[in-house]
């Protein structure tokens, strides 16, 4: 017997973020706690300098100037720059050392040339140099402060690349400090990528199945939307849902799926699943998984039987302290089921429990009454069984 249940999930200060990268953002916080974009201005004269000084500031860009290019090394080194723009004054080969220089702290800095309209060749050696633009100053004010902050949302853009690198990277320290197999290799970064696709992947799955359940109203379309959505991530397998009742300890069947057991072979196993198992699922948050259930058919007894040779997992499905229903899933062991099922199901039952709790509050339902069920699409079941309700088939 295996006790599965989701991946952890690790603290976000653990997911790494460089200490330069977090004094450049604290250095640009006013008294507020806002950050502000700051720009360097570098070689203009003061004609110019007035002139981008205003463009500036009424973007909300805070500006300061030095005269050369040993002075914005300088200054990238000592302060937080967003944006640099140097004067049409400098050659390409003068402000190649600011760009690499900028390159080196953060891919976010940006280099703009600011002047008179460029040349072709110029402004190619400009763009080889580390340039992203050439601002024409003879332009009209809107269009430069267009250009203006076009550079800067481009280096908003690297900043967030560059958070999420870094986020990356601290996946693949925590892996590598607790599995083997991600120990120091050059390829951790990668498996770190494909943990954090599979990630968003089940937060994709989980709007997905929200979408679809928020539309159900009824309980037993619920029930069945829910249930054959599961199954087309899990493939074809026995399955069982049962609904809490008036008491702690009663639960009732509100669905069930037969694969390769019919539904008459597994009434007394899903009778005693509600009676005994359910009951205790509903106190924990595990998700339960028997590789070998012999152990599991043994505990129970004769109407465990049909388990042999089987599979199983069970989970319960809570919203806030209260437990909305338990599920069950068992099929031939020759068929197992995946690995990522787990992930997958922690991501999946807070949702069908969301919804379940909202239709209890929408219907006021105040005992132990589910609507009542259709068996097989041709057969009505007339046993009540021990449970005190039908049997339904939810696919």
Not at 34 to 46: N, P, S
Not at 119 to 139: K, M, Q, S, T
Request: hydrophobic share 40%.
């Amino acid at each position: 017997m295996s006790n599965e249940g989701p991946f952890n999930d690790y603290p976000a200060d653990e997911f790494g973020g460089s200490h330069a990268e977090a004094h450049h953002d604290d250095a640009r916080r006013d008294t507020h706690g806002h950050t502000h974009a700051a720009a360097l201005c570098v070689g203009f004269d003061q004609s110019a300098l007035a002139r981008l000084a205003t463009l500036l500031e009424s973007s909300g860009i805070s500006c300061e100037h030095v005269d050369s290019t040993d002075g914005a090394v300088a200054h990238l080194v000592s302060g937080a720059t967003d944006l640099i723009m140097v004067s049409d004054g400098f050659s390409a080969d003068a402000f190649a050392p600011i760009a690499a220089q900028a390159r080196r702290i953060s891919a976010a800095i940006k280099l703009v040339v600011a002047g008179d309209s460029p040349r072709g060749a110029r402004l190619l050696d400009a763009v080889r140099a580390g340039a992203i633009d050439w601002i024409d100053l003879g332009d009209d004010d809107a269009d430069l402060q267009g250009r203006i902050r076009h550079a800067l949302e481009l280096g908003r853009e690297d900043r967030r690349r560059d958070d999420r690198v870094a986020r990356l990277k601290g996946i693949c320290r925590k892996l590598s400090m607790t599995r083997n197999e991600f120990s120091k290799q050059i390829d951790s970064l990668s498996e770190g990528l494909h943990d954090v696709r599979e990630k968003v992947d089940e937060a994709s799955i989980a709007g997905e199945f929200r979408g679809l359940l928020s539309q159900e109203l009824d309980v037993e379309d619920l029930l069945r939307t829910a249930m054959q959505y599961m199954l087309t991530k899990t493939g074809a397998t026995n399955a069982a849902v049962f609904l809490p009742g008036s008491k702690p300890t009663q639960f009732g069947l509100g669905a069930y799926v037969h694969y390769d057991c019919p539904r008459q072979t597994a009434e007394p196993l899903l009778s005693r699943l509600s009676q005994d198992i359910c009951p205790r699922l509903a106190k924990s948050d595990d998700i339960v998984r028997f590789a070998d259930t012999s152990e599991f058919v043994e505990s129970i007894g004769l109407e465990a039987s049909v388990l042999d040779d089987s599979e199983l997992i069970a989970w319960p499905a809570h919203h806030g302290d209260e437990c909305m229903g338990v599920f069950f899933l068992f099929r031939n062991r020759t068929e197992p089921f995946k690995e990522e099922l787990a992930a997958l199901i922690d991501a999946l039952r807070p949702v069908f429990a969301a919804q379940m709790a909202k239709l209890v509050r929408v219907h006021h339902r105040s005992k132990f009454q589910w609507p009542e069920s259709r068996a097989d699409v041709n057969e009505q079941d007339e046993d009540d069984g021990e449970y005190g309700e039908d049997w339904r088939r939810a696919a």
